[in-house]
């Protein structure tokens, strides 16, 4: 089993910044990917970005140059440093972790891009 809880979310106004933070506990070991995930109101869950145990990264079109996702390992946490925030970022953001065989979801943070 492992456990994840996200952190950092709010209201931020247009080209502001936001870091969301997602600790990990558990069977961490078993994890091979981490990622966070966005779903606004009426859309599906869609990929924001990921960050493998090699630390490769991978970024959905739409944040690529605004979006970073980092990982320090020494305190099982993963981040989401968000710049140039738009309306359209608002959300509720999900940590993922990929073990074999299953997923694991946090309960979400809510980011709201408003002025």
């Known amino acids: 089993q492992v456990q994840l809880v996200e952190s950092g979310g709010g209201l931020v106004q247009p080209g502001g910044s936001l870091r969301l933070s997602c600790v990990a506990s558990g069977s961490i070991f078993s994890v091979s990917v981490m990622g966070w995930y966005r779903q606004a109101p009426g859309n599906q869950r869609e990929l924001v970005a990921t960050i493998s145990s090699g630390d490769s990264t991978n970024y959905a079109d739409s944040v690529k140059g605004r979006f970073t996702i980092s990982r320090d390992n020494a305190k099982n946490t993963v981040y989401l440093q968000m710049s140039s925030l738009k309306p359209e970022d608002t959300a509720v953001y999900y940590c993922?972790?990929?073990?074999?065989?299953?997923?694991?979801w946090g309960k979400g943070t809510l980011v709201t891009v408003s002025s």
């Open positions: 993922n972790a990929k073990t074999v065989g299953r997923d694991y």
